[in-house]
T-cell receptor
């Protein structure tokens, strides 16, 4: 069964360091999402891609976060410099539905970030 | 701004009980609603997707209903099992955004 792949599963870093997360969506899925989930809360959207284009990054803290999906397939989310408040689960999801989002979202296992 | 609320925040039931989880949303202009399951430290697994034109969806022991006009959805779990213990999240898609509730933590005791 096709899955959304994410790495690393766990990352521990010190504040002010740079971190990067990678996501490979299900083959053929044009829409890719990065979510952040703080313990005990629901996921919140950071950035949404349609192919290689950013559709929504209104909640992405652009002073320290960046995301790219250069060839419209896999994607990288970067944080530089990391802050204590960035400790969270970073989830990647993909969908085949396009901009209307009428399809189902499929999530990866997530990348757990701890900033010390 | 869409807001999604899930009640109760936590629920503990004995094995075999039927149970209902509730989800409410403030803006009825949605395209679909999706229920997810999340095990501790893991990603989200899709359980059921209801399009805005549908009233319910069923998968095995799970049944989800949608009343768009009142901004409500319920997830019904029949004959609960200890393996159903997890956090259940609902999410609504509208205005090009998927908005999640905070989830209901379910514990099924054997």
């Amino acid at each position: 069964e096709a899955e959304v792949a994410q790495s690393p599963r766990y990352k521990i870093t010190e504040k002010s360091q740079a971190v990067a997360f990678w996501c490979d969506p299900i083959s053929g899925h044009a829409t890719l999402y990065w979510y952040r989930q703080i313990l005990g809360q629901g996921p919140e959207l950071l950035v949404q891609f349609q192919d290689e284009s950013v559709v929504d990054d209104s909640q992405l803290p652009k002073d320290r976060f960046s995301a790219e999906r250069l060839k419209g397939v896999d994607s990288t989310l970067k944080i530089q410099p990391a802050e204590l408040g960035d400790s969270a689960m970073y989830l990647c999801a993909s969908s085949s539905a396009g901009l209307l989002g009428t399809g189902e979202l499929f999530f990866g296992e997530g990348s757990r970030l701890t900033v010390l | 701004k869409q807001e999604v609320t899930q009640i109760p925040a936590a629920l503990s039931v004995p094995e075999g009980e039927n149970l209902v989880l509730n989800c409410s949303f403030t803006d009825s202009a949605i395209y679909n609603l999706q229920w997810f399951r999340q095990d501790p430290g893991k990603g989200l697994t899709s359980l059921l997707l209801i399009q805005s034109s549908q009233r319910e969806q069923t998968s095995g022991r799970l049944n989800a209903s949608l009343d768009k006009s009142s901004g409500r959805s319920t997830l019904y779990i029949a004959a609960s099992q200890p393996g159903d213990s997890a956090t259940y999240l609902c999410a609504v898609y509208g205005g090009n955004k998927l908005v999640f509730g905070a989830g209901t933590i379910l514990r099924v005791k054997s």
